[in-house]
C-alpha cells in the first residue's frame, strides 16, 4: 500500500478500499466509452449550442478519467489502460441518444458514490465528490437538451 491514506475518519475498511478500486477500473472504461458515445453525438447535434453543451461534457469525462487512474496508480501503483474495444451501438436518433447519455450520467452517480465511501484519503474522496457533482450537473444538462429537442419536434 502507498503512502496515500490519512487516519481522516477511518470510516472506511480494507474491502471497502478494494470495492472502490474495482469501481475505479469500470469507472476508466466508462469513462472511455461516454467520450468514444459523446464524439458522435457531438457530431449528430443539430446546433452550436447542442455541439458546445456535449462538448464541455466530454471534455469533463476526459478529466474524470484521468483523476479516477490517478487514484488509483496512488493504491495500487498499477496504471490502468481503457481501451476502445466495447463495440460502439449507434443510437436509433439523437434523442434516444441523448435519453442514454442522461440516463448513463445518473448510473455513474451511484456507482461513484459507493468509490467515495470506501476511500480513506480527504482528498481523493473530495475529488470524487467534484467527479459526482460534474456528473448531476451532465444529466441536468442532457435533460434540457432532451427538453429543448423533443420540444422543437413538437413544434415543427
Not at 470510516?11 to 478494494?18: E, I, M, S
Not at 490517478?70 to 476502445?84: H, L, M, R, V
Not at 443510437?91 to 456507482?111: C, M, N, Q, T, W
Request: hydrophobic residues 30%.
Amino acid at each position: 500500500m502507498y503512502n496515500c491514506c490519512s487516519n481522516y475518519g477511518m470510516d472506511f475498511t480494507r474491502k471497502d478500499l478494494q470495492r472502490s478500486l474495482a469501481l475505479i477500473k469500470e469507472a476508466v472504461q466508462d469513462e472511455r466509452n461516454d467520450e468514444l458515445t459523446y464524439d458522435y453525438l457531438i457530431k449528430l447535434a443539430p446546433t452550436r449550442e447542442d455541439k458546445e453543451i456535449i462538448t464541455s461534457i466530454r471534455d469533463d469525462e476526459r478529466k474524470h478519467r484521468r483523476w479516477f487512474k490517478e487514484i488509483y496508480k496512488c493504491y495500487t501503483g498499477q496504471d490502468i489502460e481503457s481501451t476502445d474495444e466495447e463495440k460502439f451501438i449507434k443510437p436509433k436518433s439523437y434523442i434516444d441518444a441523448i435519453r442514454k447519455a442522461l440516463f448513463g450520467e445518473l448510473s455513474a452517480v451511484e456507482k461513484y458514490r459507493i468509490i467515495r465511501m470506501g476511500l480513506p484519503n480527504r482528498y481523493q474522496r473530495d475529488i470524487v465528490f467534484e467527479i459526482l457533482t460534474d456528473e448531476m450537473k451532465h444529466a441536468t444538462k442532457y435533460n434540457y437538451l432532451l427538453t429543448m429537442n423533443l420540444s422543437k419536434r413538437k413544434n415543427s
